[in-house]
């Protein structure tokens, strides 16, 4: 927190790959094997997300930030390096907050799960289904809908 303006940044490593979509244009050949890193790490930082009360509502492939290598090889084996993780926390809110606004819809389509759309709000489940649409890109290379 800046003690003068009294406001929260929040700093992360500077992401030289860029984001998810952008990488996996210039790179459509990335193997399954990076495929299910970019799963992994994103599951798993969204977990700590959730475990911190917080809910995203905006997880889209433009949203998920690479750094560092995905695999070189070593020895003859591929080794992965560097980490994908989940930016851009600008529609957060708490998933405690109680005035959860369910008229607004935030995001992009088609990472929007169904349930906000139908005025049932945003929650983890619908962090979870964004989350299942960047699943669906990276195994086919294409958007679902």
Do not use: C
Not at 15 to 34: Q, T
Not at 43 to 55: T, V
């Amino acid at each position: 927190q800046d003690p003068i303006s009294m406001q929260y940044y929040i700093v992360t490593e500077y992401a030289e790959n860029g984001d998810l979509r952008k990488y996996l244009h210039v790179n459509p050949n990335l193997s399954w094997e990076n495929r299910l890193y970019i799963v992994w790490d994103i599951s798993l930082d969204l977990e700590r997300i959730h475990k911190a009360g917080l809910i995203h509502r905006d997880i889209h492939a433009g949203n998920i930030l690479h750094s560092g290598k995905f695999v070189h090889l070593e020895e003859g084996k591929e080794v992965h390096e560097g980490v994908a993780y989940i930016s851009d926390f600008g529609y957060s809110m708490a998933a405690s907050y109680p005035h959860n606004n369910k008229e607004n819809i935030y995001g992009v389509m088609p990472y929007i799960a169904p349930e906000v759309f139908n005025g049932m709000g945003y929650s983890m489940k619908s962090d979870i289904y964004s989350i299942g649409i960047i699943m669906w890109e990276l195994a086919s290379g294409k958007q679902p809908f």
